[in-house]
Protein backbone atom coordinates (compact mmCIF):
# COMPACT_ATOMS: atom_id res chain seq x y z
CA UNK A 1 0.00 0.00 0.00
CA UNK A 2 1.04 3.61 -0.89
CA UNK A 3 -0.19 6.71 0.68
CA UNK A 4 -1.53 8.98 -1.84
CA UNK A 5 -1.55 13.09 -2.19
CA UNK A 6 -1.78 14.89 -5.44
CA UNK A 7 1.60 16.10 -7.10
CA UNK A 8 0.06 19.59 -6.01
CA UNK A 9 -0.66 19.36 -2.48
CA UNK A 10 1.05 21.35 0.01
CA UNK A 11 2.36 18.59 1.74
CA UNK A 12 4.49 17.44 -1.55
CA UNK A 13 6.37 20.48 -1.34
CA UNK A 14 9.82 21.15 -1.13
CA UNK A 15 9.13 22.95 2.28
CA UNK A 16 6.92 20.44 3.93
CA UNK A 17 8.44 18.71 6.80
CA UNK A 18 7.58 14.60 7.46
CA UNK A 19 8.83 12.57 9.84
CA UNK A 20 8.77 10.54 13.05
CA UNK A 21 7.73 11.28 16.92
CA UNK A 22 8.88 9.31 20.20
CA UNK A 23 9.49 11.07 23.58
CA UNK A 24 12.39 9.69 25.72
CA UNK A 25 10.51 7.71 28.98
CA UNK A 26 8.30 5.72 26.61
CA UNK A 27 11.54 4.35 24.62
CA UNK A 28 14.77 4.89 26.39
CA UNK A 29 14.93 2.49 29.26
CA UNK A 30 17.97 2.65 31.37
CA UNK A 31 16.14 4.77 34.08
CA UNK A 32 19.45 4.15 36.29
CA UNK A 33 22.19 4.34 34.29
CA UNK A 34 24.81 7.48 33.86
CA UNK A 35 23.20 9.45 36.96
CA UNK A 36 19.78 9.64 35.89
CA UNK A 37 17.51 10.45 39.05
CA UNK A 38 14.28 8.88 39.06
CA UNK A 39 11.30 10.67 37.60
CA UNK A 40 7.46 10.47 38.40
CA UNK A 41 6.77 8.19 36.44
CA UNK A 42 9.28 5.53 38.13
CA UNK A 43 7.38 6.63 41.07
CA UNK A 44 4.25 6.12 39.49
CA UNK A 45 4.99 3.06 37.87
CA UNK A 46 6.09 1.53 40.91
CA UNK A 47 2.51 2.16 42.38
CA UNK A 48 0.73 -1.50 42.36
CA UNK A 49 -2.78 -1.05 40.09
CA UNK A 50 -1.36 2.38 38.11
CA UNK A 51 -0.05 1.21 35.50
CA UNK A 52 -1.16 -1.74 33.22
CA UNK A 53 -0.23 -5.43 34.32
CA UNK A 54 2.53 -3.37 36.47
CA UNK A 55 4.92 -2.12 33.56
CA UNK A 56 7.35 0.15 33.94
CA UNK A 57 9.96 2.19 31.38
CA UNK A 58 13.43 0.60 32.75
CA UNK A 59 14.04 -1.22 29.42
CA UNK A 60 11.14 -0.09 27.03
CA UNK A 61 12.42 -0.09 23.67
CA UNK A 62 16.27 0.01 24.92
CA UNK A 63 16.55 2.98 23.05
CA UNK A 64 19.53 4.18 25.64
CA UNK A 65 21.40 1.15 23.88
CA UNK A 66 20.14 1.40 20.41
CA UNK A 67 20.13 4.38 19.23
CA UNK A 68 22.46 3.83 16.72
CA UNK A 69 20.63 1.25 15.24
CA UNK A 70 17.08 3.72 15.68
CA UNK A 71 18.49 6.46 13.87
CA UNK A 72 19.44 4.72 11.09
CA UNK A 73 15.92 3.02 10.42
CA UNK A 74 14.62 6.87 11.42
CA UNK A 75 17.08 7.48 8.15
CA UNK A 76 15.94 4.87 6.05
CA UNK A 77 12.20 5.37 5.92
CA UNK A 78 12.90 8.58 3.84
CA UNK A 79 11.91 11.04 6.33
CA UNK A 80 12.97 14.80 6.86
CA UNK A 81 13.13 15.12 10.71
CA UNK A 82 12.44 13.08 13.86
CA UNK A 83 10.99 14.32 16.83
CA UNK A 84 12.52 13.21 20.00
CA UNK A 85 12.48 14.76 24.01
CA UNK A 86 14.84 15.05 26.42
CA UNK A 87 14.93 13.38 29.47
CA UNK A 88 14.91 16.05 32.06
CA UNK A 89 15.86 13.77 34.95
CA UNK A 90 19.28 13.04 32.60
CA UNK A 91 19.86 16.50 32.94
CA UNK A 92 19.45 17.78 35.83
CA UNK A 93 19.96 15.04 38.37
CA UNK A 94 20.42 16.50 41.55
CA UNK A 95 18.17 18.79 43.88
CA UNK A 96 21.29 21.16 44.33
CA UNK A 97 20.91 22.00 40.35
CA UNK A 98 24.42 19.75 39.44
CA UNK A 99 24.28 19.08 35.81
CA UNK A 100 25.01 15.52 34.70
CA UNK A 101 27.46 15.82 31.78
CA UNK A 102 26.89 12.16 30.75
CA UNK A 103 22.97 13.21 30.24
CA UNK A 104 24.45 15.62 27.73
CA UNK A 105 26.49 13.33 26.47
CA UNK A 106 23.82 10.93 25.22
CA UNK A 107 21.93 13.46 23.37
CA UNK A 108 25.05 15.14 21.57
CA UNK A 109 25.80 11.51 20.31
CA UNK A 110 21.64 11.19 18.96
CA UNK A 111 21.71 14.86 17.63
CA UNK A 112 25.29 14.56 16.37
CA UNK A 113 23.99 11.41 14.11
CA UNK A 114 21.08 13.12 13.02
CA UNK A 115 22.71 16.02 11.79
CA UNK A 116 25.29 14.01 10.04
CA UNK A 117 22.63 12.60 8.11
CA UNK A 118 20.66 15.89 7.50
CA UNK A 119 17.51 14.88 9.48
CA UNK A 120 16.38 17.56 11.33
CA UNK A 121 16.08 17.71 14.84
CA UNK A 122 13.06 18.48 16.50
CA UNK A 123 13.13 18.89 20.64
CA UNK A 124 10.80 18.67 23.34
CA UNK A 125 11.99 19.57 26.38
CA UNK A 126 9.43 18.07 28.43
CA UNK A 127 7.34 15.38 27.89
CA UNK A 128 5.97 14.07 31.49
CA UNK A 129 9.11 13.41 33.07
CA UNK A 130 9.30 15.99 36.14
CA UNK A 131 12.21 14.69 38.26
CA UNK A 132 10.89 13.34 41.24
CA UNK A 133 13.11 15.57 43.60
CA UNK A 134 10.84 18.47 42.32
CA UNK A 135 7.20 16.64 42.42
CA UNK A 136 8.76 16.29 46.08
CA UNK A 137 8.29 19.63 46.66
CA UNK A 138 5.14 20.01 45.03
CA UNK A 139 6.02 19.69 41.42
CA UNK A 140 3.53 21.82 38.76
CA UNK A 141 1.36 23.04 42.26
CA UNK A 142 4.68 24.81 43.01
CA UNK A 143 5.92 28.01 41.67
CA UNK A 144 9.35 26.89 42.00
CA UNK A 145 9.20 24.12 39.60
CA UNK A 146 8.19 27.21 36.48
CA UNK A 147 11.80 28.70 37.48
CA UNK A 148 13.44 25.05 37.56
CA UNK A 149 12.25 24.60 34.12
CA UNK A 150 13.54 27.55 32.83
CA UNK A 151 17.08 26.56 34.19
CA UNK A 152 16.56 23.11 32.53
CA UNK A 153 15.70 25.02 29.42
CA UNK A 154 18.95 27.75 29.84
CA UNK A 155 20.97 24.39 30.41
CA UNK A 156 19.76 22.65 27.06
CA UNK A 157 19.94 25.78 24.90
CA UNK A 158 23.44 26.87 25.92
CA UNK A 159 24.56 23.46 25.22
CA UNK A 160 22.87 22.86 21.87
CA UNK A 161 22.28 26.29 20.09
CA UNK A 162 20.98 25.77 16.44
CA UNK A 163 22.14 22.12 16.67
CA UNK A 164 18.39 21.94 16.95
CA UNK A 165 16.06 22.94 14.13
CA UNK A 166 13.21 23.59 16.57
CA UNK A 167 12.85 23.41 20.39
CA UNK A 168 8.81 22.58 21.75
CA UNK A 169 9.16 23.80 25.61
CA UNK A 170 6.25 21.21 26.85
CA UNK A 171 4.06 17.94 24.73
CA UNK A 172 0.92 18.35 25.57
CA UNK A 173 0.34 20.30 29.17
CA UNK A 174 -3.37 19.25 29.15
CA UNK A 175 -1.86 15.73 29.70
CA UNK A 176 0.31 16.71 32.89
CA UNK A 177 -2.35 19.19 34.45
CA UNK A 178 -5.71 17.30 34.09
CA UNK A 179 -4.65 13.68 34.12
CA UNK A 180 -1.59 14.26 36.13
CA UNK A 181 -3.04 16.78 39.11
CA UNK A 182 -6.89 16.14 38.24
CA UNK A 183 -8.09 13.06 37.35
CA UNK A 184 -5.44 11.03 38.86
CA UNK A 185 -4.62 8.50 35.75
CA UNK A 186 -1.59 9.57 34.70
CA UNK A 187 1.66 10.57 37.19
CA UNK A 188 1.56 12.37 39.95
CA UNK A 189 -1.82 10.67 40.54
CA UNK A 190 -3.31 13.41 42.03
CA UNK A 191 -7.10 14.02 42.11
CA UNK A 192 -8.41 17.19 42.32
CA UNK A 193 -9.53 20.04 39.94
CA UNK A 194 -8.21 23.00 41.08
CA UNK A 195 -4.53 21.55 41.50
CA UNK A 196 -5.24 20.75 37.72
CA UNK A 197 -6.04 23.94 36.26
CA UNK A 198 -3.10 25.30 39.16
CA UNK A 199 -0.56 22.90 37.33
CA UNK A 200 -2.02 24.02 33.80
CA UNK A 201 -1.08 27.58 34.78
CA UNK A 202 2.23 26.67 36.13
CA UNK A 203 3.28 24.82 33.18
CA UNK A 204 1.98 27.68 30.79
CA UNK A 205 3.76 30.18 32.54
CA UNK A 206 7.29 28.06 32.65
CA UNK A 207 6.44 27.90 28.30
CA UNK A 208 6.80 31.27 28.64
CA UNK A 209 10.01 31.27 30.37
CA UNK A 210 11.19 28.49 28.35
CA UNK A 211 10.92 30.40 25.12
CA UNK A 212 13.00 33.41 26.40
CA UNK A 213 15.55 30.46 27.17
CA UNK A 214 15.37 29.58 23.68
CA UNK A 215 15.71 33.01 21.99
CA UNK A 216 18.77 33.66 24.20
CA UNK A 217 21.02 31.08 23.26
CA UNK A 218 19.47 30.08 19.60
CA UNK A 219 19.72 32.50 16.21
CA UNK A 220 17.84 30.00 13.66
CA UNK A 221 16.19 27.15 15.71
CA UNK A 222 12.72 27.72 15.76
CA UNK A 223 11.01 28.01 19.26
CA UNK A 224 7.12 27.03 20.08
CA UNK A 225 4.56 24.40 22.27
CA UNK A 226 2.80 21.07 21.48
CA UNK A 227 -0.65 20.81 22.58
CA UNK A 228 -3.39 18.17 22.25
CA UNK A 229 -6.65 18.52 20.91
CA UNK A 230 -9.90 15.74 21.39
CA UNK A 231 -12.63 18.39 20.21
CA UNK A 232 -16.10 18.02 21.18
CA UNK A 233 -18.84 17.45 19.31
CA UNK A 234 -22.79 18.12 20.89
CA UNK A 235 -23.99 14.94 20.61
CA UNK A 236 -27.80 16.23 20.21
CA UNK A 237 -28.82 19.73 19.02
CA UNK A 238 -30.66 20.60 22.43
CA UNK A 239 -29.12 24.19 23.73
CA UNK A 240 -28.05 22.25 26.62
CA UNK A 241 -26.03 19.56 24.38
CA UNK A 242 -24.61 22.15 23.13
CA UNK A 243 -23.36 24.53 25.76
CA UNK A 244 -21.75 21.02 27.74
CA UNK A 245 -19.92 21.13 24.26
CA UNK A 246 -18.66 24.84 24.70
CA UNK A 247 -17.87 24.13 28.37
CA UNK A 248 -16.05 20.84 27.68
CA UNK A 249 -13.98 23.10 24.47
CA UNK A 250 -13.22 25.53 26.68
CA UNK A 251 -11.95 23.61 29.35
CA UNK A 252 -9.66 21.33 27.10
CA UNK A 253 -8.90 23.45 24.45
CA UNK A 254 -9.01 26.87 24.93
CA UNK A 255 -8.12 26.94 28.58
CA UNK A 256 -4.57 26.07 26.82
CA UNK A 257 -4.40 27.65 23.27
CA UNK A 258 -6.21 31.07 24.47
CA UNK A 259 -3.52 32.09 26.69
CA UNK A 260 -1.12 31.35 24.36
CA UNK A 261 -2.99 33.53 21.30
CA UNK A 262 -4.61 36.06 23.60
CA UNK A 263 -3.58 36.25 26.84
CA UNK A 264 -6.08 35.47 28.68
CA UNK A 265 -8.73 32.18 30.16
CA UNK A 266 -11.70 31.71 28.71
CA UNK A 267 -14.66 33.39 30.62
CA UNK A 268 -16.33 30.86 30.74
CA UNK A 269 -14.28 28.32 33.00
CA UNK A 270 -13.91 31.50 35.14
CA UNK A 271 -17.21 31.67 35.68
CA UNK A 272 -18.67 28.22 36.60
CA UNK A 273 -15.45 27.51 39.14
CA UNK A 274 -14.31 30.85 40.87
CA UNK A 275 -12.94 29.33 44.05
CA UNK A 276 -11.19 26.50 41.78
CA UNK A 277 -9.27 29.33 39.66
CA UNK A 278 -5.46 28.90 39.85
CA UNK A 279 -3.36 31.52 41.45
CA UNK A 280 -2.22 34.09 38.74
CA UNK A 281 0.67 36.43 39.33
CA UNK A 282 0.88 40.04 37.75
CA UNK A 283 2.46 40.10 34.75
CA UNK A 284 2.23 36.10 34.46
CA UNK A 285 -0.10 36.61 31.27
CA UNK A 286 1.73 38.66 29.34
CA UNK A 287 4.60 35.63 30.05
CA UNK A 288 2.35 33.28 28.59
CA UNK A 289 1.48 35.11 25.36
CA UNK A 290 5.05 35.52 24.31
CA UNK A 291 5.66 35.31 20.06
CA UNK A 292 6.09 31.45 18.96
CA UNK A 293 7.54 30.02 15.84
CA UNK A 294 5.05 27.55 15.60
CA UNK A 295 2.21 25.64 17.26
CA UNK A 296 2.63 21.57 17.42
CA UNK A 297 -0.75 19.92 16.88
CA UNK A 298 -1.23 16.30 18.13
CA UNK A 299 -4.61 14.84 17.54
CA UNK A 300 -5.66 11.38 17.89
CA UNK A 301 -9.71 10.91 18.37
CA UNK A 302 -12.80 13.12 18.66
CA UNK A 303 -15.43 13.02 21.99
CA UNK A 304 -19.04 12.89 21.75
CA UNK A 305 -20.86 15.52 24.46
CA UNK A 306 -23.48 15.27 26.21
CA UNK A 307 -25.19 17.43 29.47
CA UNK A 308 -24.75 16.44 32.73
CA UNK A 309 -27.35 16.19 35.79
CA UNK A 310 -26.66 18.17 39.09
CA UNK A 311 -25.26 15.23 40.56
CA UNK A 312 -22.44 14.52 37.77
CA UNK A 313 -19.00 15.91 38.91
CA UNK A 314 -18.52 17.74 35.39
CA UNK A 315 -20.70 20.02 33.53
CA UNK A 316 -20.84 18.20 30.41
CA UNK A 317 -20.21 14.44 29.98
CA UNK A 318 -18.23 12.26 27.07
CA UNK A 319 -20.21 9.49 25.86
CA UNK A 320 -18.51 6.74 26.15
CA UNK A 321 -16.43 5.98 22.39
CA UNK A 322 -17.79 2.08 22.40
CA UNK A 323 -21.22 3.42 21.38
CA UNK A 324 -19.81 6.36 19.46
CA UNK A 325 -18.89 6.13 15.66
CA UNK A 326 -18.35 3.06 13.66
CA UNK A 327 -14.79 2.41 13.79
CA UNK A 328 -12.66 2.03 16.53
CA UNK A 329 -8.84 1.57 17.15
CA UNK A 330 -7.72 -0.53 19.34
CA UNK A 331 -7.18 1.53 22.59
CA UNK A 332 -11.34 2.13 22.18
CA UNK A 333 -10.83 5.91 20.53
CA UNK A 334 -13.37 6.52 17.70
CA UNK A 335 -11.61 7.46 13.93
CA UNK A 336 -13.25 10.22 12.78
CA UNK A 337 -10.64 11.62 10.42
CA UNK A 338 -12.66 15.08 9.32
CA UNK A 339 -12.47 15.84 13.14
CA UNK A 340 -8.87 17.12 12.19
CA UNK A 341 -9.98 19.30 8.95
CA UNK A 342 -12.76 21.17 11.60
CA UNK A 343 -10.04 21.58 14.29
CA UNK A 344 -7.32 23.35 11.53
CA UNK A 345 -10.21 25.41 10.08
CA UNK A 346 -12.14 26.24 13.36
CA UNK A 347 -8.70 27.19 15.57
CA UNK A 348 -7.48 29.22 12.42
CA UNK A 349 -10.65 31.02 12.47
CA UNK A 350 -11.01 31.62 15.89
CA UNK A 351 -6.98 33.17 16.36
CA UNK A 352 -3.98 34.50 14.57
CA UNK A 353 -1.69 31.53 14.46
CA UNK A 354 1.72 30.69 13.53
CA UNK A 355 2.18 28.20 11.07
CA UNK A 356 1.26 24.93 12.37
CA UNK A 357 2.71 21.32 12.57
CA UNK A 358 0.81 18.49 13.06
CA UNK A 359 3.69 17.02 15.70
CA UNK A 360 1.58 13.54 16.86
CA UNK A 361 -1.10 11.69 14.35
CA UNK A 362 -1.49 8.23 14.80
CA UNK A 363 -3.41 4.99 16.48
CA UNK A 364 -2.99 2.20 18.00
CA UNK A 365 -3.80 -0.94 16.24
CA UNK A 366 -4.12 -4.72 17.22
CA UNK A 367 -0.91 -5.53 15.30
CA UNK A 368 0.60 -8.74 15.15
CA UNK A 369 4.06 -10.10 13.80
CA UNK A 370 3.06 -12.82 11.53
CA UNK A 371 5.72 -14.88 9.31
CA UNK A 372 7.85 -11.58 9.69
CA UNK A 373 5.00 -9.57 8.75
CA UNK A 374 2.83 -6.99 10.68
CA UNK A 375 -0.28 -6.29 8.22
CA UNK A 376 -1.89 -2.85 10.13
CA UNK A 377 -4.55 -2.19 7.46
CA UNK A 378 -6.28 -0.41 10.06
CA UNK A 379 -3.00 2.14 10.71
CA UNK A 380 -2.52 2.71 7.20
CA UNK A 381 -6.17 3.79 6.52
CA UNK A 382 -5.94 5.86 9.69
CA UNK A 383 -2.97 8.01 8.12
CA UNK A 384 -4.35 7.89 4.58
CA UNK A 385 -7.69 9.66 5.45
CA UNK A 386 -5.81 12.09 8.31
CA UNK A 387 -3.07 12.95 5.74
CA UNK A 388 -5.87 14.17 3.36
CA UNK A 389 -7.68 15.72 5.61
CA UNK A 390 -4.72 17.90 6.73
CA UNK A 391 -4.02 18.70 2.64
CA UNK A 392 -8.05 19.67 2.74
CA UNK A 393 -7.30 22.13 5.75
CA UNK A 394 -3.81 23.41 3.60
CA UNK A 395 -6.08 24.50 0.23
CA UNK A 396 -8.65 26.28 2.39
CA UNK A 397 -5.66 28.64 3.82
CA UNK A 398 -4.22 26.98 6.71
CA UNK A 399 -0.83 26.87 6.97
CA UNK A 400 0.75 23.37 7.94
CA UNK A 401 4.40 23.57 7.85
CA UNK A 402 4.99 19.51 8.79
CA UNK A 403 3.74 16.18 9.47
CA UNK A 404 5.12 13.74 12.23
CA UNK A 405 3.30 10.18 12.65
CA UNK A 406 3.06 8.58 16.34
CA UNK A 407 4.94 6.68 16.79
CA UNK A 408 8.50 5.67 15.04
CA UNK A 409 7.64 2.36 17.17
CA UNK A 410 5.52 0.78 19.67
CA UNK A 411 6.86 1.81 23.10
CA UNK A 412 5.63 2.19 27.13
CA UNK A 413 2.19 3.57 26.43
CA UNK A 414 1.87 5.53 29.65
CA UNK A 415 -1.26 3.83 31.91
CA UNK A 416 -2.00 1.10 29.03
CA UNK A 417 1.42 -0.28 29.48
CA UNK A 418 3.01 -2.11 26.37
CA UNK A 419 -0.73 -3.79 25.98
CA UNK A 420 -1.21 -0.39 23.11
CA UNK A 421 1.01 -0.48 19.77
CA UNK A 422 1.30 2.81 18.35
CA UNK A 423 4.80 2.35 15.94
CA UNK A 424 4.91 2.56 12.59
CA UNK A 425 7.69 -0.39 13.94
CA UNK A 426 6.72 -3.32 15.71
CA UNK A 427 9.10 -3.82 18.76
CA UNK A 428 9.15 -7.89 20.45
CA UNK A 429 10.18 -6.56 23.59
CA UNK A 430 11.55 -10.10 24.43
CA UNK A 431 14.60 -9.59 21.58
CA UNK A 432 14.07 -5.45 21.05
CA UNK A 433 13.88 -6.99 17.22
CA UNK A 434 12.47 -3.86 14.92
CA UNK A 435 10.26 -5.05 12.61
CA UNK A 436 8.63 -2.58 10.06
CA UNK A 437 4.73 -3.17 9.18
CA UNK A 438 2.58 -2.49 6.70
CA UNK A 439 1.76 0.74 7.50
CA UNK A 440 5.99 2.23 7.60
CA UNK A 441 6.49 0.53 4.18
CA UNK A 442 2.94 2.73 2.80
CA UNK A 443 4.95 5.74 4.65
CA UNK A 444 8.40 5.17 3.18
CA UNK A 445 6.77 4.34 -0.02
CA UNK A 446 5.10 8.21 0.34
CA UNK A 447 8.47 9.66 0.88
CA UNK A 448 10.19 8.12 -1.83
CA UNK A 449 7.36 9.09 -3.84
CA UNK A 450 8.74 13.22 -3.60
CA UNK A 451 10.55 14.34 -6.29
CA UNK A 452 12.76 16.05 -3.77
CA UNK A 453 14.64 15.67 0.04
CA UNK A 454 13.27 18.81 2.36
CA UNK A 455 16.01 20.88 2.36
CA UNK A 456 17.90 21.87 5.68
Known sequence: MTFKLDNDSALMQPDFTFGVATAAFQIEGANT????????????????????????????????????????????????AYRLSIAWPRIISDIDGSINAAGLAFYDNIINELNRRSLKVFITLYHWDLPQYLEDRGGWLNRETVHAFAHYAEVICEHFKDRIYSYATFNEPWCSAYLGYQYGVHAPGHTSRKEGLQAAHHLLLAHGLGIKAIRKHTVTAQAGIVLNFTPGYSNSDSPADIRATDIYNDYNSHWFIQ???????????????????????????????????????????????????????????????????????????????????DLLTSLNTRYDLPPIYITENG????????????????RCRYLQEHLQMVDKATREGVVVKGYFAWSLMDNFEWAEGYSKRFGLVHVDYETQVRTLKRSAHAYKALLNNRNHKTPS
Open 363 to 378: AACDDHLMNGEVNDDQ
Open 259 to 341: PLMQGSYPKSIQTLYPDEMPQVEAGDMQEINVAIDFLGINFYTRNMIEASDADHEEDFIQVDQQFTGTEHTHIGWEIHAPALY
Open 33 to 80: ADNRCPSIWDTFCAKPGKVLAGDDGSIACDHYNLWREDIALIDSLGVD
